[in-house]
């Protein structure tokens, strides 16, 4: 089975950086993808997709550190959906995240794209680098 997302968007608001109680670092910010195209009637098209993405760790760290509002980043990671009951309906409530394994400031330096990128230990890039090794 594979659970695989792979997005290029622009951040929809600055990521929101908070701990966990045993001190893990979780990131959580907006990403806006689109897609334009032309219809039959030769009309142009225009469709926004928003998603939820959540990091964890140093990655969330260096989110915090470096990402912010209207930046495009190239995220990497799966998709994991939360449930819930409404409290007011009581109706069964739904929530997509991405869970981010990877990601890559795109866009140049002077537009503060940065250009560097940041993969989460366990996965398969290597090890994680040290600040110094941070390409931004």
């Not at 039959?40 to 760290?61: L, M, P, S």
């Not at 794209?113 to 993969?119: A, C, L, N």
Request: aromatic letters at 8%.
């Amino acid at each position: 089975m594979i659970n695989k997302v792979i997005l290029i968007g622009n951040l929809g608001r600055d990521p929101e950086v908070r701990s966990t109680a045993g001190g893990t670092a979780v990131a959580k910010f907006s990403l806006a993808t689109s897609r334009k195209w032309t219809n039959r009637d030769g009309q142009k098209q225009d469709q926004t997709e928003w998603h939820n993405i959540v990091c964890f760790g140093r990655q969330a760290e260096v989110a915090g550190q470096y990402l912010t509002k209207g930046k495009q980043i190239y995220v990497e990671g799966r998709l994991e959906t939360g449930t819930w009951e409404d409290k007011e309906t009581g109706k069964k409530m739904y929530k997509t995240d991405v869970i981010c394994e990877n990601f890559q400031m795109l866009g140049s330096r002077s537009g503060g794209g940065g250009g560097g990128g940041y993969s989460s230990p366990d996965s398969s890039s290597g090890p994680e680098p040290e600040d110094d090794d941070i390409p931004f």
